[in-house]
């Protein structure tokens, strides 16, 4: 049998640089090999600030950009978390083996508690224990995300784990995968990672065109000039690991070597970035411009992606239920 996978996203709008580095890249090799599973993790995406007013457009967003990326329907399932109530059902059942002070230690959750002060919840604090849910439901053995989300890896690991062990065994131990590196940062901001919630100039959407990349690239941080010697500044460096995603060697070396040298304009480094990136994005753009006509075609998708999954999430409930003596 394949091993399984998992991962999900929050519905936050159109996905960006680092979603696709640090996440769905990966995802799209995965599916080649494994039995994976990929979210748009709505439950997930009400525990900070939001708008229900955007909530289904932001979900269809995240859909769209999973398929014109290349999520294959065929190869794996997709599915709106929402639409499976089986996992908020076992999120609550692991929340009985869950421990509060490691859930209020979580670097995670402390973040968001500094991010959102009048927004500090029970959801906002339980979120790990519902991030486990959606993984060990299908019994994942794989959790492809970004290093930021390694802690509640670990955490899904502690939970499966105890519950084994009090219940009898259940679940696998879920492993992360690691994107190698990308880490991308925000191009307002270079000590913070890219995110949607530092406003649209600190990110690049996948669905941006090249003018709208142009100017915001134009606009990011770098440094008052290179200086021989000195170590490279954040936003600098952010904007050469881009180049190295998305320019040829050629391009690269041209531009490092002018950097060591002390030469280097940034403003012609960024036209050379803005063009390659929007020059990757080109196809990915038409097939989503493509999907977004097709509306019925999309919830046929997420229709039998959810079919897929509830079988495989109903068996789990049942099994854990037994475990616990409530069947
Ligand atoms: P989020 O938008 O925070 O729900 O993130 C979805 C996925 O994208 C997770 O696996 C994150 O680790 C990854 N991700 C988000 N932002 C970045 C970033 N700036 N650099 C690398 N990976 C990221
Ligand atoms: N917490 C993840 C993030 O912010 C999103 C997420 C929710 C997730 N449930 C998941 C990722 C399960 C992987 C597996 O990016």
């Known amino acids: 049998m394949k091993k399984r996978v998992f991962s999900g996203i929050r519905p936050t709008g159109k996905l960006h640089l680092g979603n696709y580095l640090g996440a769905v890249k990966q995802w799209l090799k995965l599916q080649d090999k494994y039995d994976c599973i990929y979210a748009v993790v709505d439950y997930h995406g009400i525990t900070t600030p939001f708008d229900p007013q955007k909530m289904q457009q932001n979900i269809l967003n995240v859909v769209l950009d999973y398929l014109a990326l290349g999520l294959n329907p065929k ?5 709106i978390q929402s639409h499976l109530p089986e996992h908020l059902e076992l999120a609550w059942i692991l929340g009985s083996v869950t421990s509060l002070a490691k859930l209020q230690h979580l670097p995670t959750f402390k973040e968001k508690v500094k991010l959102h002060p009048a927004y500090v919840n029970l ?22 995300v ?15 784990r105890k519950f084994n062990r009090t219940f009898g065994k259940v679940f ?3 492993k992360a995968l ?3 590196g990308a880490r991308i940062m925000s191009l307002t901001d270079p000590e913070q990672k890219m995110s949607k919630s530092l406003g649209p100039q600190s990110y690049i959407a996948l669905a941006d065109s090249l003018k709208v990349i142009e100017a915001k690239i134009a606009k990011a941080v770098t440094d008052v000039g290179p200086r021989k010697g000195a170590k490279m500044s954040p936003g600098t460096a952010n904007l050469f690991t881009l180049m190295q995603e998305f320019s040829d060697s050629k391009t690269l070396s041209y531009f490092k070597a002018k950097y060591k040298k002390g030469t280097i304009r940034y403003s012609e480094m960024k036209k050379a970035l803005a063009c390659d990136i929007a020059k990757a994005f080109e196809p990915f753009r038409k097939r989503r411009l493509e999907l977004a006509k097709k509306p ?15 079988k495989t999430a109903q068996e789990t409930i049942k099994e854990v239920k037994k475990k616990i003596g409530l069947l």
Not at 123 to 144: Q, R, T
Not at 146 to 160: N, T, V, Y
């Open 178 to 180: 690691l994107t190698r």
């Open 75 to 79: 190869k794996c399932s997709l599915i």
């Open 296 to 310: 019925s075609y999309i919830k046929k998708i997420l229709e039998e992606g959810a079919k897929k999954a509830r």
């Open 146 to 160: 970004g290093k930021d989300q390694l802690p509640h890896i670990e955490f899904s690991r502690e939970i499966a």
């Open 172 to 174: 696998p131990e879920p």
């Open 123 to 144: 959801g906002m604090l339980s979120y790990p224990v519902l991030m486990a849910a959606d993984i060990l439901i299908y019994k994942s053995n794989f959790v492809p």
